[in-house]
């Protein structure tokens, strides 16, 4: 009895700090996890998997690049789509998950204006004809002409970056400044924008931003249907869309009679439609939960260049709603989702339209918050005073029937009631209460170790999995954010070496120098993610955590240079060309963890700063330089002497960064190496003040010093090329780099 006691009394404990998270008197990271992955799994299990044909997809495929170039295209093209979808087709609306935010001055009517005003200022015929085709080759103008008294919306995206960046023109918000006064709404809130030329804008009938929420595992689950900037309120893509295709002036929030403190109250919106109002739920974040209708293809795609070529019947697109978006990579729209790991951004887009049009959109009133409380309380309650009674048979019956029977209301409130039901608490109790009662510690630890060496044992070296065995709380196969360091090596000039060799040579050539190199991954405590062909990708601070995961990094990408060097006079033996290669590294937070399909999944991480260590790889050769570690490697790992190269605009990122060559421990550096880096630094101040005299000047000296250097001849080339052509008076010295 009085062990009874014991274990019901640490039950009711249990209960009591599940309950207090249910009822959000806490928020505990591990229930936010497994709530999202009950709602991926309803939706995967409830989707219809139909596709909806009231919305096509005009998508910027590969096939589109391949026949009218490479992205962005002349306006004077979309103008022309324009004109084909709507005097041609017969479409009912068109949106633009696609922002325009810089002028179209490929026409090259610039240049033949300076000509007009210089070389051909007395040419009355040339003034003439310019006079004439002018307003054809304002092509902006032509795009906004066709924009104007259309249903064309378009799309802009707001950021939340420290230093706010702005272009464009926003549209009129949803809701002007001081709306919800009164109310303690917690809007998303962002700090900039780029947003449409403004041209453009006052052309359109309407604008919606396209921006995600995206959860803590990289996946978009819901989409702020409002969004605050400067304290006024902007609506996304998806109710611009929908309103401007219903002709629904009118937006009404909706709020909850249910009152209480700290409580805003507000759970829907309400548009004007000629059937009735259309209502539109929301969280407490003002998100839409994505009403996702299957995986990629919901949704008829018809490639772009088959629109402008009439090769699309008119009764395909005949009064459909057209969403302008692109699934082709290399334009950076693909997005992780509930339902696949690189899914477009458009389609996320077409199915929160679909949503509000059929009325299909999860909501969480209220009132769930208190459902959820008492549940807990009375499954737990209940299994508290009930599982020490029964033997071990009986216990998981009872416990499987608990599990089944709140699993199954939170599935019948989903599919039927379109209500979220959120049971995470409860299922995480039940689970928690069993394995209490039933004392499976040491059963459940044994088998993680178990999973754990045949889980990570093709990831990593023995010594890690023997260590994580040990330790196996410390590592996890699911999505988590971390600070990691993310390395990419890739053979110079690979393309042009396999061509000169046979398949079996290639393939013992690749043996010859992968093997050493993914060694000293291992020996540094690195997990090797994948081989490309050639090229390495390896990470530092996964599965376990490794507080030195920069320098850990950094060092295998010298040693991986030494080690290669010392390998050239065995591959000169054997009669195979020189192998270099460049090392891109990089630090910040990413998500890890087991990504995939249904099909294969693989341990991997997914995050800007992956992309950003990948373009670093790309660019050593632009710089003739080993290894580039970009500014947060930089910062931690201090103790080494480092080159500031550039700061660079890489391709698919707005904001410039800082990359570095690391050449050598600071306490080990000559004093000649330390005079050049001086002398370099220096250089590089001259020239982002555009004084190209003093930076020659150094550039001389440093060439001096070290004739061999390839970099002092690209700063060199570059100097030459400002003096002749100087950049404009706010040049920040950022270099844009447009290929990957």
């Not at 997990?527 to 295998?556: E, S, V």
């Amino acid at each position: 009895m009085k062990r009874n006691a014991i274990l019901i009394g640490l039950g009711l404990l249990i209960v009591v700090f599940f309950a207090g998270s249910a009822a959000h008197f806490y928020r505990l990271g591990y229930i936010e996890q497994l709530s999202s992955i009950i709602h991926d799994y309803r939706l995967r299990m409830t989707m219809p998997r139909t596709q909806d044909d009231r919305i096509v997809i005009v998508d910027i495929d590969e096939r589109s690049l391949k026949e009218e170039g490479r992205w962005p295209w002349s306006r004077n093209r979309l103008a022309l789509l324009l004109d084909k979808l709507f005097d041609q087709y017969g479409v009912a609306v068109v949106g633009f998950d696609v922002v325009f935010a810089e002028k179209d001055e490929s026409s090259g009517l610039k240049v033949l204006q300076a000509l007009g005003q210089n070389q051909l200022k007395g040419d009355a015929a040339f003034q003439s004809v310019l006079g004439q085709i002018q307003p054809e080759l304002e092509y902006d103008q032509l795009f906004a002409s066709k924009i104007k008294n259309r249903n064309v919306v378009l799309g802009y995206y707001l950021n939340s970056q420290k230093d706010q960046h702005i272009s464009g023109t926003l549209p009129v918000p949803a809701f002007p400044r001081g709306s919800f006064k009164g109310h303690a709404v917690e809007f998303t809130s962002y700090n900039g924008y780029g947003a449409n030329l403004p041209e453009l804008q006052q052309a359109a009938a309407s604008a919606g931003h396209i921006n995600p929420l995206v959860d803590f595992d990289g996946r978009v689950r819901r989409v702020p249907m409002f969004a605050e900037y400067d304290g006024a309120y902007y609506e996304s893509l998806s109710i611009a869309m929908v309103r401007t295709l219903l002709g629904s002036s009118k937006v009404l929030p909706g709020y909850a009679e249910i009152k209480s403190a700290g409580y805003a109250g507000l759970e829907w919106f309400e548009l004007d439609a000629p059937g009735g109002r259309l209502k539109i739920p929301v969280d407490s974040e003002v998100a839409t939960f994505v009403p996702y209708r299957g995986g990629q293809g919901s949704y008829r795609y018809v490639s772009i260049t088959d629109v402008l070529h009439d090769r699309i019947d008119v009764a395909q697109l005949k009064d459909k709603i057209i969403l302008v978006g692109t699934t082709a990579p290399g334009l950076m729209d693909m997005r992780a989702t509930p339902v696949a790991q690189v899914y477009p951004g458009v389609e996320v887009h077409a199915n929160l339209i679909s949503g509000i049009l059929d009325q299909n959109l999860k909501e969480q009133p209220a009132y769930m918050l208190g459902a959820e409380v008492v549940w807990v309380l009375l499954t737990g309650i209940a299994l508290s005073f009930l599982l020490p009674l029964l033997a071990p048979v009986q216990a998981i019956l009872a416990s499987a029937v608990a599990l089944l029977t709140t699993a199954g209301l939170g599935l019948v409130a989903w599919q039927y009631g379109n209500i979220l039901m959120p049971v995470a608490n409860s299922l995480l109790m039940i689970a928690l209460l069993f394995v209490f009662n039933m004392s499976y510690g040491y059963f459940v630890e044994s088998r993680t170790k178990r999973q754990i060496t045949g889980l990570f044992g093709q990831y990593v070296p023995g010594e890690l999995v023997e260590e994580m065995a040990k330790h196996p709380e410390s590592v996890s196969m699911e999505g988590e954010s971390r600070e990691m360091t993310i390395l990419f090596s890739d053979v110079r000039g690979f393309t042009s070496i396999s061509e000169g060799l046979d398949p079996k040579e290639l393939s013992l050539l690749m043996n010859e120098f992968l093997t050493p190199l993914s060694r000293i991954v291992y020996k540094h405590r690195g997990t090797i993610d994948k081989y490309m062909g050639d090229c390495i990708m390896a990470f530092w601070g996964a599965p376990l955590p490794d507080k030195d995961h920069a320098r850990n990094a950094l060092q295998a990408g010298i040693e991986m240079q030494a080690a290669l060097k010392a390998l050239q006079p065995r591959l000169k033996e054997r009669g195979w060309p020189e192998i270099h290669i460049g090392v891109g590294l990089n630090s910040g937070n990413v998500s890890v963890g087991n990504m995939g399909s249904e099909v294969r999944v693989a341990y991997t991480v997914m995050g800007d700063a992956v992309n950003l260590a990948s373009r670093l790889e790309g660019i050593t050769k632009q710089y003739g330089v080993g290894i580039i570690v970009g500014e947060n490697t930089r910062d931690l790992v201090t103790d080494f002497l480092y080159r500031e190269l550039d700061h660079v605009r890489v391709k698919g990122k707005d904001k410039p960064v800082a990359i570095y060559e690391p050449i050598v421990l600071a306490n080990e550096a000559s004093k000649a190496q330390q005079e050049e880096i001086r002398l370099f630094h220096e250089m590089r101040r001259l020239y982002r003040k555009q004084d190209w005299d003093q930076a020659e000047l150094q550039l001389m000296n440093l060439q001096r010093m070290s004739p061999g250097i390839n970099l002092y001849r690209i700063y060199a080339d570059r100097v030459t090329y400002f003096r002749a052509h100087p950049p404009a008076s706010d040049w920040d010295g950022v270099f844009v780099f447009q290929a990957k």
